[in-house]
C-alpha cells in the first residue's frame, strides 16, 4: 500500500499478499470485498485481522496456562 505513495517503495506491494495469506480466516471476506470495495478491504483486514491475532496469542496463552499447571 505504501507503494502507491512512495512510487520508490513499490516492491514492499509483495508483502500485502502474504498479509492475506497469514490472515487467512479473516481474509476471505477481504477477497470478496477486494472487487468492490478496495478501501474497505484494507480496513477489514487491519480491524479484524488484528483481532484475529490478538484472539490467537489469548488463546495460546490460556493453552500455556493449562497446562503450565498440570
Do not use: C, E, N, Q
Not at 24 to 45: K, M
Amino acid at each position: 500500500m505504501i507503494g502507491l505513495i512512495f512510487p520508490r517503495l513499490h516492491f514492499l506491494g509483495i508483502i500485502w499478499g502474504f498479509i492475506m495469506l497469514f490472515d487467512l480466516p479473516t481474509s476471505i471476506v477481504a477477497y470478496a470485498l477486494a472487487f468492490h470495495y478496495s478501501f474497505l478491504a484494507g480496513v477489514w483486514i487491519f480491524v479484524v485481522g488484528t483481532l484475529w491475532w490478538y484472539l490467537l496469542s489469548r488463546g495460546a496463552g490460556f493453552v500455556f496456562d493449562v497446562f503450565k499447571h498440570l
